[in-house]
């Protein structure tokens, strides 16, 4: 069963501009990280933000975490068209297990 | 060595044969996993290893059947498999038991099941 829901599924924006996707899920979870995939390729992390944390930043990318609606977002700015690829959430819900469940995903396209 | 390689990259099989998709990793992480993934899906969890023994079984058919050799090594045996079972098979690692931490994922095996 799939923890996150994102939105939107897809998402086609102009180099240079921001792009922000989001990620719901459905019960409490230790910690949220988010995962970036080319095409047919494996996953790369890209940050992690604990339950107790509501912001991280990293280079270009924001996330933010709020547990009292259980969604998080992730903002890319600034986007390249490196930056295309599919944008997955994971979740670890439950404690000790350390078992990640990914979200829907969002395709992002970013257009030169 | 911050990499997980995954052999075969791509596998072509019937569904009478038997064959075995392997991930190797040599960062020293005692938690390793199997993820399969549909085209426009995402990861589906399907086993975690945790030293080297078997932690986490996502209810998947015993046509799929994993091994942990050594801290080092997954492999994932395959038999008797059916059309739908066609997917990109990922193999993962992470550094530590305790404690949050992220995943590193190889390349993935494409399987096809004719």
């Known amino acids: 069963s799939q923890q996150g829901e994102e939105d939107p599924q897809a998402l086609s924006i102009q180099e240079g501009e921001n792009a922000t996707m989001n990620c719901s899920y459905k019960?409490?979870?230790?910690?949220l990280q988010w995962y970036r995939q080319n095409s047919g390729r494996g996953l790369v992390h890209l940050i992690l933000i604990r339950s107790n944390e509501r912001e991280k930043h990293s280079g270009r990318l924001r996330v933010t975490l709020d547990t009292s609606k259980k969604s998080s977002s992730l903002l890319i700015t600034a986007s390249r068209a490196a930056d295309t690829a599919s944008y997955f959430c994971?979740?670890?819900?439950?404690?000790?297990?350390?078992?990640?469940?990914f979200g829907t995903g969002t395709r992002l396209k970013v257009l030169a | 060595d911050t990499e997980v390689t995954q052999t075969p990259k791509h596998l072509v099989m019937g569904m009478t044969n038997k064959k075995s998709l392997k991930c190797e990793q040599h960062?020293?992480?005692?938690?390793m996993y199997w993820y399969k993934q549909k085209a426009k899906k995402p990861p589906e969890l399907m086993f975690v290893?945790?030293?080297?023994?078997?932690?986490i079984n996502e209810s998947v058919p015993s046509r799929f059947s994993p091994e942990c050799p050594n801290s080092s090594l997954l492999n994932l045996h395959l038999h008797a498999l059916q059309p739908e079972d066609s997917a990109l098979y990922l193999c993962?690692?992470?550094?530590?038991?305790?404690?949050?931490?992220?995943?590193?994922f190889g390349e993935g095996s494409r399987l096809t099941v004719l």
């Open positions: 960062m020293g992480h005692r938690a």
């Open positions: 290893y945790s030293y080297e023994k078997l932690s």
């Open positions: 019960t409490s979870i230790n910690n």
């Open positions: 993962a690692s992470r550094p530590g038991i305790l404690g949050p931490g992220e995943l590193f």
């Open positions: 994971a979740t670890d819900f439950t404690s000790g297990t350390y078992k990640y469940i």
